[in-house]
């Protein structure tokens, strides 16, 4: 009964995305995205994501190319645990 149980991720139902709150900077080989909120009331009202989402991360363009085929490889999914890559719905943006 108390015992650790294994919780799969549900499988994205639209479109693996880096979360709209991260502004890519291209970095040469690389891809840094960027915290950036909206606005000073959108950061005072939504702050507390700071407690999962990383100020900033680095990929590789492959990664990214991979995330805008629509795959997610596996060493990403701790980005998608964290947020930074989310399930938008399709055609968000």
Known sequence: MFQPHAVEAPAPRGEV????????EDDGDQVRL?????????????G???EYLPDSVVLDRQSLA????G?????????????????????YY
């Open 17 to 24: 995305r880096v979360n709209p709150l991260y502004t890519v």
């Open 34 to 46: 960027r915290l950036r909120f909206p606005s000073g009331d959108y950061e005072q009202e939504y």
């Open 48 to 50: 507390a994501c700071r």
């Open 66 to 69: 991979a995330i805008a085929d």
């Open 71 to 91: 795959r997610v490889p596996a060493d990403l999914a701790p980005l998608v645990r964290r947020r930074v890559l989310v399930d938008l719905p399709r055609r």
